[in-house]
């Protein structure tokens, strides 16, 4: 028999506290270690939201990166233009939605049509706003795309086939494609509700590959966007504020203690969107429809722990209101109008203003939004795909509920921690599932 050396216990005991303790405190310092995953975080650590250690991150899917792969057929079913309609990021949406249907359709893309449209003071088309020739290349083996028709086809105009309104269980292949195949040459308006989840996977990875690896600014553009990037103070924040006349009139939500200026221009701006009243009211803003004022924005930045000195630059259109209740908390706003020169920026149309934003939202070191709206969800794509992941989106809905209970002050900003926080750690945000994965930490 093996005999072994007897082992004092007392000494043994003391090595195992010991080796406990050093562990615990490598622990305590490190700086990777997540906070509680409670609201008795307390205000007075300091500690902003971006240093909360995420659980979740969505990535590019592989079936998008290798769509690719899958051959396109030798022969093509007519040709496909895409009308898009709206501001830029609503037009991206559409066209991204379009090269899906193209491939789905083993149709050719021309080039999309990008409505003139009064109400966003917009004048340009897609080749104004993006490099054309940069689109075709990276969309090849993807969906094949025209600048020119034939002859035989050029001299008219394609046949226009509606989808915008259309809902439920509509399916491109039954609507769409007889007329394809009759035609030859149709134009449409993607549905507003695709079914996304019928397409193969080689026109989901078309209409990836379109949204996120194959729209560049033009040079010239672009050029003017790398400068505006330049100029703004590092490290900064790029808020997406929504507060504009027809933004508010839009959502029909009614706001006490607004300025008289800013009551009469939403007011203006309602035509027959009447504002909600009563117990419809309170159950609108409780389901998040209520944008979000400057001064609301102000506390919640705070509750994250935001720094007042952040630098901040405003990706917003024109007319914002009570700005002042932003910029009275946060000094360092940054806005395009104020580094751009004058005549230079009174050129610029609605397109190549939200072009701008764009730009500096994708390449700016966190990203918050009181919005989701299509520019939201397309930088955050965007920023995931590029591995930016200090992203997120104010919640409207937690904010009015939590106020709904009477909540304020230090008590109201430890519960909106909590509720971002959670959102931040999920990664609940950061990217649409449509073409990108849950990877997990």
């Not at 991150?57 to 769509?67: A, F, H, I, S, T």
């Not at 989701?372 to 397309?378: H, L, P, S, T, V």
């Amino acid at each position: 028999m093996i005999q072994t050396a007897a082992v004092p216990v007392k000494p043994l005991f003391i090595v195992l506290v010991a080796t406990l303790s050093l562990l615990l405190l490598v622990s305590l310092l490190s700086p990777h270690t997540p906070l509680p995953q409670s609201s008795s975080v307390s205000l007075s650590e300091k500690v902003d939201i971006w240093s909360v250690k995420r659980m979740v991150e969505w990535r590019p899917c592989e079936w998008w990166l290798q769509g690719h792969l899958t051959a396109l057929p030798a022969k093509s079913n007519g040709y496909i233009r895409v009308d898009c309609y709206g501001g830029l990021n609503q037009m991206r949406r559409d066209l991204c939605d379009g090269v899906g249907v193209a491939r789905l359709l083993n149709a050719t893309l021309v080039l999309p049509k990008f409505e003139v449209a009064a109400y966003w003071n917009e004048s340009s088309g897609f080749a104004d706003v993006f490099d054309v020739d940069y689109f075709i290349h990276q969309m090849n083996g993807f969906v094949k795309v025209v600048k020119e028709l034939p002859s035989e086809i050029a001299s008219r105009e394609p046949v226009h086939v509606d989808c915008s309104k259309r809902k439920g269980h509509f399916d491109y292949i039954e609507s769409v494609l007889p007329s394809l195949l009759k035609h030859h040459y149709i134009a449409i308006t993607p549905a507003m509700s695709q079914r996304r989840d019928r397409y193969p996977k080689y026109a989901k990875a078309a209409l990836c590959q379109a949204c996120y690896s194959a729209l560049r600014l033009t040079r010239s553009l672009e050029k003017k966007a790398s400068d505006l990037l330049e100029a703004i103070p590092k490290p900064f924040l790029s808020l997406h504020l929504r507060f504009e006349p027809d933004m508010v009139a839009y959502s029909q939500c009614e706001y006490s203690g607004l300025s008289a200026v800013s009551m009469n221009a939403i007011e203006a701006a309602r035509g027959d969107k009447k504002p909600w009243t009563g117990e419809l009211a309170q159950i609108w803003r409780k389901r998040g429809k209520c944008p979000l004022t400057p001064n609301e924005t102000a506390f919640m930045l705070q509750a994250l722990h935001i720094p007042k000195t952040t630098n901040i630059y405003l990706a917003a259109g024109d007319g914002v209101m009570e700005l002042e209740g932003l910029a009275s908390v946060y000094k360092n706003i940054i806005t395009k109008s104020a580094i751009l020169s004058g005549d230079d920026f009174a050129s610029m149309h609605g397109n190549t203003k939200a072009a701008l934003d764009y730009y500096v939202s994708i390449n700016s070191d966190s990203y918050i939004a009181t919005y989701f709206g299509n520019m939201d969800k397309m930088v955050a794509a965007i920023r995931a795909f590029k591995g930016l992941y200090k992203t997120l989106f104010l919640s409207r809905r937690a904010f009015a509920d939590l106020t709904s209970k009477g909540l304020e002050g230090e008590e109201l900003m430890q519960a909106l921690w909590k509720a971002h926080m959670d959102d931040f750690v999920m990664g609940i945000g950061s990217a649409l599932p449509d073409c990108f994965c849950e990877f997990k930490l």
